[in-house]
């Protein structure tokens, strides 16, 4: 892979406060629509629910990023896969672009401890 996963972890570290912020202050489309985005956001509120106002299956911004989380990561696994299949990839690319997903994550649980 071209990418050293030691690189990227030093940028995703000292770009952490940045990348928060980009996704905090981005907006995302929200229609509930009936794809697939539409239908595994209505699994996420109904499984993961939020209390608002004493309101609960209450949507925000946590199930709408996870939501993208996961339509992604399934999609960057199949292509890996499919890729490394058919050659186009050497054949432990599926399990650095899981690599990579996982990393960014816990990067991200780190930082929490300092911007709670």
Not at 17 to 23: A, G, L, P, S, T
Not at 56 to 75: P, T
Not at 97 to 103: A, G, N, P, Q, S
Request: glycine letters at 6%; charged letters at 25%; one cysteine or more.
């Amino acid at each position: 892979m071209l990418i050293h996963m030691g690189n990227l972890r030093t940028f995703l570290e000292a770009n952490r406060n940045e990348i928060v912020d980009f996704v905090q202050g981005n907006q995302r489309p929200i229609a509930l629509s009936n794809n697939v985005y539409g239908k595994l956001l209505n699994e996420l509120v109904s499984g993961f629910p939020m209390e608002k106002d004493g309101t609960s299956l209450v949507l925000d911004k946590a199930h709408i990023e996870l939501a993208i989380a996961i339509l992604e990561s399934l999609w960057c696994g199949w292509l890996a896969q499919a890729k490394a299949n058919d050659g186009r990839y050497q054949k432990d690319m599926p399990q650095k672009f899981k690599e990579l997903i996982l990393m960014a994550f816990d990067i991200g649980k780190e930082y929490s401890k300092i911007r709670p």
